[in-house]
Structure formats: C-alpha cells, structure tokens
C-alpha cells in the first residue's frame, strides 16, 4: 500500500465551476459574480475550495480503485489552501500513499497549477476495509 500514486488534471473551466456551484447551492459571489469578484483582491472568478477537494478525491480513487475492496476517507488533516485557482487554471493532483497500518493510511496530496504553483495541500486519511 506505501508508495500507491495517482496523478489527476484537471482544468478549471467557466462551466465546472458554474455546475459545481449550482449543484452544491455554493452561491459565493467570487465564485459566480464576475462583477463582484473583479472588485476583489483575486481580480477573477476563483473556484470553490471544496470542488479542489473533489479532485484530491478523484485522485484517491485512482491510486486505491483497483484494490477490489472498500477505501473510505476518513477526512482530509492539514488541509490548506495556498493560492486561489482561477478560471482556467490547468490542475495537477499527486497523491502518495505515505503509511499504512491496521486498515488505516495516510497519503500526502498536492495540487499545483500550470505555473507550478502549489494551490492547496492535504494529508488524506483512509480505511481500508476487507470485503
């Protein structure tokens, strides 16, 4: 289990972030009000936190999907996010599997942007629960 990896893209586009919003009932004006968000230090339309989050999950499913049993998250330790993602923005999701033991595991996740730039962190916790 030490060592599973997965590598996610992801681009942000107008229309993700605007299902992602509707969907959740996420209304925040930097995420659907270009107006609004222009007046703001970010200049843009940032995306949600959470639909990040989605991707770290969509990164997990990848390094632990094939396994042919029961993966649940048990949540998200450290998680931070360190730049906005904009409109645009082309995301990379790496996600490793740094322990294991008894059924449970960490893996480091982090998300960075076309620049290179780390856009959110996190320390994944899981199960792992036999069938």
């Known amino acids: 289990m030490i060592g599973r990896t997965a590598v996610v893209l992801r681009v942000v586009t107008p229309q993700?972030?605007?299902?992602?919003?509707?969907?959740?009932g996420d209304t925040d004006p930097l995420?659907?009000?270009?107006?609004?968000?222009a007046t703001?230090?970010?200049r843009e339309r940032i995306a949600p936190g959470a639909l990040v989050v989605g991707y770290m999950m969509a990164a997990a499913a990848a390094a632990t999907g094939d396994l042919g049993v029961a993966v649940?998250?048990?949540g998200f330790d450290r998680l931070r996010h360190t730049a906005p993602v904009v409109i645009g923005d082309r995301l990379r999701v790496?996600?490793?599997?740094?322990?294991?033991a008894d059924g449970r595991g960490?893996?480091?996740?982090r998300v960075t942007n076309q620049r290179n730039e780390t856009v959110a962190v996190a320390d994944h916790v899981f199960r792992v629960l036999p069938r």
């Open 40 to 42: 703001t230090p970010y």
């Open 72 to 74: 649940p998250s048990l």
């Open 106 to 109: 960490h893996a480091d996740i």
């Open 94 to 100: 790496d996600y490793r599997v740094v322990s294991f």
């Open 31 to 37: 995420h659907v009000d270009a107006a609004f968000a």
């Open 16 to 24: 993700v972030v605007e299902e992602y919003c509707a969907l959740t």
